[in-house]
Structures are given as structure tokens and as C-alpha cells.
């Protein structure tokens, strides 16, 4: 009766912080209130693009699934649909954590207990490759920045170079650090805290060099169908930007993204204001492209989050005993 009463009061708890967190962005997104949507649905271009997205947005959470059922299959077996509902769990709880890293909560809950600790840092290599992926691609947007748009670089050429050559040597520590984890995990094992959890802290050292390859190839197929996302959202919302230039300024506001520590309150305010900077760069239209970065949140997390908690509130879903 405890358990099934904790179990309750956790699942209130999050659907409450959820939708109210969702609820308050949409209801303080001025912008919103002076764009017509009459106008906007009325073309059947308008519809394609926006059924193009939204299909996407299920693509980009299936490759996020795979790659989650890839990493923990050695700790549980899950099949694809219930790695899936994980993951869905995980968005709705992590959407008002700061960084979102409730997410990773919320996909162990469905892990039995015992295995939760393994699940976490099989997890938390997932996100590793991920953020690595969108080094990669930040990386790149921004040598190609140099390369075709000098013009635009108002910044003096010496402090340009210095910059590249600063992301790269953060981007090789970072790869450096993801294929060999067994000459951090020592490290790890001084923390207090982790010292406890050396077993299953030795499970991030199973993971072969080609396995974290393909993990990392699914982050950047899962980037680049985000950035597709974007970029159709940015034409969409007729900020009309091409796909070179569109992949520079995408890439390089979520380069910043990554690196400026941030909450998920400030997340939105945050991106909407990256975006401006860079992708302003190449259009005038800033309504345009606040829009779009409104509807890549309100497409890739606020409706995931809301579809995610219908597997929360299943009794058998979590194991929160």
C-alpha cells in the first residue's frame, strides 16, 4: 500500500511540474499571440512541411530508442517498444529538470531494481555521443562560417583561428575520453559516492570500440535529422535560408547551447536568443526564426513529454518499488 501510495504521489508530482512548466512557456511566448495561424494553414506546401516535421520528430525519438536498447541490452532486455516508452517517460520527466537530466531517471524507473546504477551510466554514454555529435557538427558549422562567410565575422581573424583551434582540442579530449572510459573509470571510483557503485561503474568498460562507434553514428543521425527539422521549420516560418547557410547558423547555435550551462526554465529563452544572433546573420525575419525555434521545442520535447506520461501513469509501467 506504501509503495503503490509513493508510486502516486512521484507520478502527481512530475505531471504536475510537466504540464505546468509546458503550459507556463507557451502561455509567456508573446511572439505567439501576434503570428495568424489562419494564414499560416492555408497553403498545402504549409501542411506537407509541417507533416514532414512531425514525422521526423518520431524518427528522431525511434533512432534515440534504438540506441538506448543497444546500450543497456546486457544489463535488461527490453523490446523496442518498451525502450521506446522509456525513452517517452524519460523526456516528460526530465522536461523541468535543469539540462534535462531527469531524463535518465525517468528511463532506469523501468529497469529492475539492482540494475539501475548500470542503466545510468550505460545512459549516460548515450548522451556523451550525443554531445559529442553536436560538438562535431558546431565544429564544422563554424570552420565553414570562416571558410564562406568571412564578411560576416565581426569578430577580429586571430581570435577566429583561436577559437577553432580551442573546439578542436576540446572535441579530440571529448572523443579521446569516450573510446577509452577504462582509464577514467579509476577515477571515478575515488569519488565517495561512486566508490560504492564500483561494479557497476565496470560496466562502462564493456562497451568495444566498434559498439561506441555505432552509438556515436546514431547521435549524428539523430542530429541530422533534428537540423533538418529546423531548417524546414525556418522556411516554413519564411525566414528563407539555404541549406549551406542554415547549416552553419543551426550548428553553431547549438554548439553554444551545449556548452553555456543552462536550466530547461532558461533553455527556450536561451535558444530563441542563439538563434537570433546567428541565424539573423543570414535572415531578417526574426519572428520567423523565434518561431522556429518554439515549434522545434513544442514538437521534439513539449508533445513527446505530454505522449510520455500516459506510460507514466500505467500501473505496471515503472518499477518504483
Not at 534515440?64 to 523490446?79: A, D, N, P, R, V
Request: charged fraction near 10%.
Amino acid at each position: 500500500m506504501n509503495s503503490k501510495l509513493l508510486r502516486y504521489v512521484i507520478i502527481t508530482i512530475v505531471l504536475i511540474l510537466s504540464y505546468g512548466f509546458i503550459t507556463y512557456k507557451i502561455i509567456h511566448f508573446e511572439e505567439l499571440k501576434s503570428f495568424d495561424f489562419r494564414q499560416f494553414l492555408t497553403t498545402p506546401l504549409s501542411f506537407f512541411f509541417l507533416f514532414v516535421i512531425l514525422m521526423l520528430m518520431v524518427v528522431n525519438w525511434a533512432i534515440e530508442t534504438y540506441k538506448w536498447q543497444m546500450l543497456i541490452h546486457k544489463i535488461q532486455h527490453f523490446s523496442f517498444t518498451n525502450s521506446f516508452k522509456a525513452v517517452l517517460v524519460g523526456i516528460t520527466v526530465g522536461v523541468f529538470t535543469p539540462n534535462r537530466v531527469g531524463e535518465i531517471g525517468g528511463r532506469i524507473a523501468f529497469l529492475e531494481k539492482g540494475k539501475r546504477t548500470s542503466g545510468a551510466f550505460a545512459s549516460a554514454i548515450g548522451s556523451l555521443a550525443q554531445f559529442i555529435a553536436t560538438i562535431i557538427m558546431g565544429v564544422g558549422g563554424f570552420i565553414l562560417f570562416l571558410l564562406f562567410f568571412p564578411d560576416k565575422t565581426q569578430i577580429n581573424t586571430y581570435f577566429n583561428k583561436f577559437s577553432a583551434i580551442a573546439l578542436f582540442l576540446v572535441l579530440a579530449l571529448l572523443v579521446w575520453s569516450y573510446y577509452n572510459v577504462r582509464k577514467i573509470i579509476p577515477l571515478l571510483i575515488k569519488i565517495p559516492f561512486l566508490k560504492k557503485k564500483s561494479e557497476q561503474i565496470q560496466y562502462l568498460s564493456n562497451e568495444t570500440g566498434k559498439s561506441l562507434s555505432f552509438v556515436l553514428f546514431l547521435s549524428t543521425l539523430r542530429y541530422l535529422v533534428f537540423f533538418l527539422q529546423f531548417f524546414l521549420l525556418l522556411n516554413l516560418f519564411n525566414a528563407d535560408i539555404n541549406l549551406l547557410e542554415g547549416f552553419v547558423s543551426i550548428s553553431i547555435t547549438y554548439l553554444f547551447m551545449t556548452i553555456i550551462p543552462t536550466t530547461t526554465l532558461l533553455e527556450l529563452g536561451l535558444r530563441g536568443s542563439l538563434a537570433i544572433i546567428f541565424i539573423g546573420l543570414f535572415s531578417e525575419n526574426i519572428l520567423g526564426i523565434v518561431l522556429a525555434s518554439f515549434f522545434i521545442w513544442i514538437i521534439n520535447i513539449a508533445i513527446p513529454a505530454v505522449v510520455g506520461t500516459f506510460y507514466l501513469i500505467k500501473p505496471k509501467s515503472l518499477n518504483l518499488s
